[in-house]
């Protein structure tokens, strides 16, 4: 079998500068990297991964922890994640904790035992735990979606509190008054921030918001459904409803379908997340975007960037969000 000393000898060049190109450690002009792989291609050479992480003490394998892998949103950010991870010569190992925190904690020992450079953490919420754990066993971690606003880690997020004030503008304008909100748990950062902009937008208008318009579900399809039909049984059940997610917004048209009622004729309803399912519903659901596989491919680039630095890095990214409008909502007349 070709060496990286044939290569080298082919390609004209030192066999550390054919390392560079393998590894991208260094700067190789765009010629004499084009004139490697074009050797490496030629001669069928195969890099030896599991060498080269001996003599590195870097396996390029990435841990990979989803709260609930049957999120349309999560398999989103991980199609980014798998994308970048691929660009950039890394494997990953995914687990997935079923929204229960010990299973996270458990999944975390998991992944350092197998000998993982870095974690990429969509936490169920237990943040302390987890993050004191990794810091504890120095492993990188960078914290995606679910950003608790820990100084000492990198955390890719999206402006959670600007889509549910954008949300909750767009039935404003369109005459809506009695505008209910189906939440997340209050103690996920997305939710609660969600929520806080949906009460800045009613406050914002001079709404006033009724306890009993805001229910608690658990981003799942079943508590959407539960919760509308919870707001269709009040007295003066509201004119439109706000889903602080897609799964939640899709329960919630099965319910008001189910009640005799039409969307959006008799009720409006908009979501969050724009996962592919909300193209396909009728009517089509009119959702606030978050940019799913760019927030995986930043959380890639943030965690390979931590590994190569001698002092590691920690910032809070915010990408933004967009209202997009389908036909799930409709003026009030």
């Given at each position: 079998?070709?060496t990286?000393?044939?290569?080298?000898r082919?390609?004209?060049?030192?066999?550390?500068t054919?390392?560079h190109?393998i590894?991208?450690?260094r700067?190789?002009s765009?010629?004499?990297?084009?004139?490697?792989l074009?050797?490496?291609k030629?001669?069928?050479y195969?890099?030896?991964?599991?060498a080269?992480?001996?003599?590195?003490?870097?396996?390029l394998?990435?841990?990979?922890?989803l709260?609930?892998?049957?999120?349309?949103?999560?398999a989103?950010?991980?199609?980014?994640i798998?994308?970048?991870?691929?660009?950039?010569?890394?494997n990953f190992?995914?687990?997935?904790?079923?929204?229960?925190?010990?299973?996270?904690?458990?999944?975390l020992r998991v992944l350092?035992?197998r000998?993982?450079?870095?974690?990429l953490?969509?936490s169920t919420?237990?943040?302390?735990?987890?993050?004191?754990?990794l810091?504890?066993?120095?492993v990188?971690?960078?914290?995606v979606?679910?950003?608790p606003?820990?100084?000492?880690?990198?955390?890719?997020?999206?402006d959670n509190?600007?889509g549910?004030?954008?949300a909750?503008q767009?039935?404003?304008?369109?005459?809506?008054?009695?505008i209910?909100?189906?939440?997340?748990p209050s103690?996920?950062?997305?939710?609660?921030?969600r929520?806080?902009?949906?009460?800045?937008?009613?406050?914002l208008?001079?709404?006033?918001?009724?306890?009993d318009?805001i229910?608690?579900?658990?981003?799942?399809h079943s508590?959407g459904?539960?919760?509308?039909e919870?707001?269709?049984a009040l007295?003066?059940?509201?004119?439109?409803?706000?889903?602080?997610?897609d799964?939640?917004?899709v329960?919630?048209?099965?319910?008001?379908?189910?009640?005799?009622?039409r969307?959006?004729d008799?009720?409006?309803?908009?979501?969050?997340?724009?996962?592919?399912?909300a193209s396909?519903?009728?009517?089509?659901?009119t959702?606030?975007a978050q940019?799913?596989?760019?927030?995986?491919?930043?959380?890639?680039?943030?965690l390979?960037d931590a590994?190569?630095?001698?002092?590691?890095?920690?910032?809070?990214?915010?990408?933004?969000?967009n209202l997009?409008?389908?036909?799930?909502?409709?003026?009030?007349?």
């Open positions: 079998m070709p990286i000393r044939d290569v080298a082919v390609a004209g060049v030192s066999t550390s054919v390392s190109v590894n991208e450690t700067f190789v765009p010629e004499t990297r084009a004139r490697v074009e050797t490496m030629t001669l069928k195969s890099p030896n991964r599991l080269s992480s001996l003599r590195s003490n870097q396996t394998t990435l841990g990979v922890l709260p609930n892998s049957a999120n349309p949103f999560f989103e950010i991980l199609l980014g798998e994308s970048t991870c691929f660009d950039r010569g890394y190992i995914l687990g997935n904790a079923n929204d229960d925190p010990k299973r996270e904690l458990d999944y350092i035992s000998q993982v450079d870095g974690i953490l969509i919420g237990s943040y302390d735990e987890s993050i004191a754990f810091i504890e066993q120095q990188p971690v960078v914290v979606d679910r950003a606003g820990i100084e000492s880690v990198t955390e890719i997020f999206t509190k600007r549910g004030l954008l909750t767009h039935l404003i304008e369109l005459g809506h008054t009695a209910a909100c189906i939440t997340g103690f996920l950062t997305p939710s609660a921030e929520v806080a902009g949906y009460k800045q937008a009613m406050n208008a001079g709404l006033h918001v009724y306890d318009w229910v608690i579900g658990d981003f799942q508590s459904y539960v919760a509308c919870q707001l269709l007295d003066h059940p509201p004119t439109a409803v706000f889903a602080c997610n799964l939640m917004a329960g919630a048209l099965c319910a008001i379908h189910e009640a005799g009622l969307v959006p008799d009720i409006s309803i908009i979501g969050y997340d724009n996962i592919p399912l396909y519903t009728i009517p089509r659901l959702t606030i940019p799913a596989r760019e927030i995986g491919n930043l959380a890639v680039m943030r390979i590994l190569r630095s001698d002092e590691g890095c920690a910032a809070r990214e915010c990408l933004p969000v997009v409008k389908r036909d799930s909502c409709k003026a009030l007349t």
